[in-house]
């Protein structure tokens, strides 16, 4: 009886070419709580010129109640019940994604390996992704991590802690400088 292929033989796991000057992070998990304020802080900054039209309404009613020409004051609680309500929407939108199964990989811990040509995020050696330079809209330094925004209210954390040393942090800038993220 003929071997088989499985009995002789052992099989290999072809893996991407890994860059050996490449930044290695440590594990990270993104907290989920981190990712509602990330979200939230996003949005406001995005929306920040919605906050004029609860502003305009109530100026516009003070004008009208100033002035005599009509006495309304449901106005004021009905604009403040309306801005909360907005800004709720949005904090349960945010909490809803961190709770649902499909959304679970955006919280397991990955180790980053980020190299000029791509970033890859690894769950383990043969499991994880490819993010490439191209797919990242923007990227700012905080104070105490990287963030690098994918599209809206998608970003990559890098916390300064799960960097080895102060050289991949370095290393780190400098590739966000040569793709002109930061200057």
Known sequence: MAKGYAQGQQRRMVQMPVNPLAIKTK??????NKFITLNMSQMVKNQWYWGFVPLGLIAVNAVLNITGIYHNYWIYVLTLIGAIGYVA???I????VTQLDQYKQLFEKYRYEIDSRQILMKITDEQGGVIKWDMIKTARKE???????????????????????DNDKKLMDKILRDKGFIS
């Not at 594990?27 to 989920?32: C, I, N």
Request: aromatic share 28%; proline share 3%; no cysteine.
């Open 143 to 165: 104070k105490e991590a990287y963030v690098l925004d994918l599209g809206q209210y998608q970003f990559i954390y890098l916390p300064f802690n799960i960097f080895s040393s």
């Open 93 to 96: 939108q945010f909490t809803g």
């Open 89 to 91: 929407f949005w904090a």
């Open 27 to 32: 594990k990270y998990a993104l907290d989920k």
